[in-house]
């Protein structure tokens, strides 16, 4: 079954012509716009795979939803040792049963938890991270290359293994059912490629470069209805031999129920090596 959600796509505005897309994660000088970025909210049929989970794969699709023991309470993601001792890993089991790598490292993880005024404006800061409402993937090809080689240059491997290396995102509710705003994914094998485009999001001492989706008709996306902590999406995000990556965004389900609990969420992030 389809529902309709909105989703934030780039606009197509002739700025893009001679400005790159870009964001400020920090307070910019005085005057200086913190983003450039022009949206055009569109409504997206969206069709839920419940029931047909098994015909969707991270080969063919760029994503799957798997079956995921995180051997974790929802109190238990309160705490941050806990998550790193305990839930990466099961993240890292489940990595390895489905992709066989020579090497993981799971580099970054990020709790969610939904405020509830979002995605009304406050007059100040939400506590915590709240979901993402714009169609993206986390990174270009350019700088997945560049991350692989800081990450192992932290490491100690100053030269990077021979192997293909792909990164990789694990995305599950920390508490169930996913009622309001779950996860919408872009079939990979879908994508119209000119509708991607490049935008730097910019920290106080350093910068990264993400990939920003306009609105296409051919884009065929997908969720999950009443997604549970033990259901976790793996998708593509980085990939050494080019392989196309899945552009991404949480929407607001149309048959949220009036007083559905606030969703909360955990996405892990994972550069893996395979042959």
């Known amino acids: 079954m389809a529902v309709v959600g909105n989703i934030d796509f780039l606009a197509r505005d002739v700025l893009y012509d001679k400005q790159k897309p870009y964001r400020m994660k920090f307070v910019p000088p005085s005057g200086f716009p913190w983003s450039n970025i022009k949206t055009n909210i569109q409504p997206q049929k969206i069709e839920d795979i419940r029931g047909r989970e098994k015909d969707f794969s991270l080969g063919a699709n760029g994503f799957s939803l798997e079956t995921l023991d995180s051997g974790m309470t929802y109190k238990d993601f309160d705490d941050e040792d806990k998550i790193v001792q305990t839930y990466l890993p099961n993240v890292a089991k489940l990595l390895r049963s489905m992709l066989n790598p020579s090497r993981i490292q799971i580099f970054e993880f990020l709790v969610r938890k939904r405020g509830e005024s979002f995605p009304l404006a406050t007059e100040t800061a939400y506590e915590d991270h709240q979901p993402t409402t714009a169609a993206h993937i986390d990174m270009t090809q350019e700088w997945a ?106 929407f607001l389900h149309p048959g949220a129920p009036e007083k559905a609990q606030p969703r909360q969420s955990i996405e892990v992030r994972a550069l893996v090596f395979t042959t």
């Open 145 to 250: 290359s560049i991350l692989a080689r800081r990450l192992n240059h932290k490491s100690g491997i100053h030269r990077l293994p021979g192997e293909h290396y792909q990164f990789i995102n694990v995305w599950a509710p920390i508490r169930g059912p996913v009622q309001d705003w779950p996860l919408a994914l872009c079939d990979a094998s879908s994508l119209n490629l000119h509708a991607l485009h490049a935008g730097d999001v910019v920290f106080q001492d350093f910068q990264t470069e993400n990939l920003l989706l306009e609105h296409h008709p051919e884009h065929r996306w997908y969720y999950v209805s009443e997604q549970m902590p033990t259901q976790a999406w793996v998708f593509l995000q980085g990939d050494s031999r080019g392989r196309q990556c899945v552009p991404h965004s949480s």
